[in-house]
């Protein structure tokens, strides 16, 4: 049985930081795409991040670039994502999700097939 599990959200000040994690276990951890999203309330869920199965590439939305940083630690079977510099705006459940592929293709939700159960993250001003 797979489980993706995330962890370290939290309540922060605009401009703090918050790694999240997130652990998966019951699959070929380095077999897998792995990428972050979000859901804030009231809007659509979109893509975060994208990392390959060796960890060698990653993609941003445009949001996080430059603040967000995904990598992984593939012996461990754990993903991670740093997030400096928060805004207000970051406030939403972040979701980790797997994907059986060995690069990212974008965001596409139905690319990933594997889904924790969120980890909310709340930024105040």
């Known amino acids: 049985q797979v489980q993706v599990v995330e962890s370290g959200g939290g309540l922060v000040q605009a401009g703090g930081a918050l790694r999240l994690s997130c652990t998966v276990s019951?699959?070929?951890?380095?077999?897998?795409?792995m990428g972050w999203f979000r859901q804030a309330p009231g809007k659509e869920r979109e893509g975060v991040s994208c990392i390959s199965s060796s960890g060698v590439t990653t993609y941003y939305a445009s949001f996080g670039k430059g603040r967000f940083t995904m990598y992984r630690d593939n012996a461990k079977k754990k993903l991670h994502l740093q997030m400096n510099s928060l805004k207000p705006e970051d406030t939403a459940m972040y979701y980790c999700?797997?994907?059986?592929?060995?690069?990212?293709?974008?965001?596409?939700?139905?690319?990933?097939?594997?889904w924790g159960q969120g980890t909310q993250v709340t930024v105040s001003s």
């Open positions: 019951g699959l070929i951890f380095d077999d897998y795409a």
């Open positions: 999700a797997a994907a059986p592929s060995d690069y990212c293709s974008g965001f596409a939700e139905r690319d990933f097939k594997f």
